[in-house]
Nanobody, 118 residues
């Protein structure tokens, strides 16, 4: 099993910054894919950013140039640095982990609320 513990959400004004952290524990491997998704009420959970074991990254178009995903393999922790935040970034942000041999199965964190005021 895998446990994901998120931190770093909160309330920030538009234009501000936040940094989310997600520490993975349990059955975690250096080859795992890790990422961040977000969800607002009534909408599907959407990919924000993902990072592979080789540090390859991909981002949603809406956050490119503003958000940066990074990973500390020694700590099994993934980060999401969010700059130039907009009210439309307001959502519950979820950490995600996939083992590369079973990408149809997702591990999720409990979610952390990010609220951006205008």
């Amino acid at each position: 099993q895998v446990q994901l513990a998120e931190s770093g959400g909160g309330l920030v004004q538009a234009g501000g910054s936040l940094r989310l952290s997600c520490a993975a524990s349990g059955n975690v491997f250096s080859t795992d894919l890790m990422g961040w998704f977000r969800q607002t009420p009534g909408k599907r959970r959407e990919l924000v950013a993902r990072i592979s074991s080789g540090d390859g990254t991909n981002y949603a178009d809406s956050v490119k140039g503003r958000f940066t995903i990074s990973k500390d393999n020694a700590k099994n922790t993934v980060y999401l640095q969010m700059n130039s935040l907009k009210p439309e970034d307001t959502a519950v942000y979820y950490c995600n982990l996939q083992h590369p041999w079973a990408t149809d199965y997702n591990y999720w964190g409990q979610g952390t609320q990010v609220t951006v005021s205008s």
